[in-house]
């Protein structure tokens, strides 16, 4: 066997060690997307601090940034662009509601656009196998874009705190299915 094989084999197995804190996590979010199914409102405030607290970070490495740059245009670009960034981390904190309905807008916008391109992209490869599957999950995500546009901007309350909860349980079952195949 070659040395990198030895070295890919030496880190599953030790990674196998371990399984059961693969499983420890999994079940830890499965708690925690029921939580946020169960306070769907929390979760969505929860979600807006975290782009906020994103936001402002990478704002702020953007100002920093800005002083390193070699000319006066880029300078300014980059001070503009961190300053830009800093102000709606600090708005999402300022105001999670509105940050909510902004984003929830958006999400609704990039579903709609992605879902299209993706139909548009499949449908554009027809002869090959596969493509109907490809303009289906297109037409789904604008389905759901334009589900969430129409219930906008009551539904910005809670369609935030939905997708972070399904992602916690998805996150979760992964990683106990992960612990429990690494287990075998």
Same mark, same amino acid.
């Given at each position: !066997?070659?040395?990198?094989?030895?070295?890919?084999?030496?880190?599953?197995? =030790?990674?196998?060690?371990?399984?059961?804190?693969?499983?420890?996590?999994?079940?830890?979010?499965?708690?925690?997307?029921?939580?946020?199914?169960?306070?769907?409102?929390?979760?969505?405030?929860?979600? +807006?601090?975290?782009?906020?607290?994103? !936001?402002? !970070?990478?704002?702020?490495? @953007?100002?920093?940034?800005?002083?390193?740059?070699?000319?006066? %245009? =880029?300078?300014?670009?980059?001070?503009? %662009?961190?300053?830009?960034?800093? +102000?709606?981390?600090?708005?999402?904190?300022?105001?999670?509601?509105?940050?909510?309905?902004?984003?929830?807008?958006?999400?609704? +916008?990039?579903?709609?656009? %992605?879902?299209?391109? =993706?139909?548009?992209?499949?449908?554009?490869? =027809?002869? @090959?196998?596969?493509?109907?599957?490809?303009?289906?999950?297109?037409?789904?995500?604008?389905?759901?874009?334009?589900?969430?546009?129409?219930?906008?901007?009551?539904? %910005?309350?809670?369609?935030?705190?939905?997708?972070?909860?399904?992602?916690?349980?998805?996150?979760?079952?992964?990683?106990?299915?992960?612990?429990?195949?690494?287990?075998?």
């Amino acid at each position: !066997m070659t040395l990198h094989g030895d070295t890919l084999n030496d880190a599953i197995g =030790r990674t196998r060690d371990k399984w059961g804190w693969f499983v420890a996590l999994g079940v830890v979010l499965l708690i925690f997307g029921g939580i946020a199914f169960g306070n769907l409102f929390i979760a969505t405030v929860a979600s +807006v601090y975290v782009v906020g607290w994103l !936001m402002l !970070m990478a704002g702020i490495i @953007e100002i920093v940034h800005a002083f390193g740059v070699k000319t006066w %245009s =880029r300078f300014f670009y980059w001070l503009l %662009s961190g300053l830009l960034y800093a +102000v709606a981390g600090f708005f999402a904190f300022d105001n999670p509601l509105l940050a909510s309905t902004v984003l929830t807008l958006l999400l609704a +916008v990039a579903l709609v656009a %992605s879902g299209a391109l =993706r139909a548009w992209v499949g449908y554009s490869h =027809r002869p @090959e196998n596969g493509w109907g599957w490809v303009v289906a999950a297109g037409l789904i995500s604008v389905l759901a874009g334009l589900t969430i546009a129409m219930g906008w901007p009551v539904n %910005s309350l809670w369609v935030l705190g939905l997708f972070l909860a399904i992602d916690l349980i998805f996150q979760g079952w992964s990683f106990i299915a992960l612990g429990l195949a690494l287990k075998k």
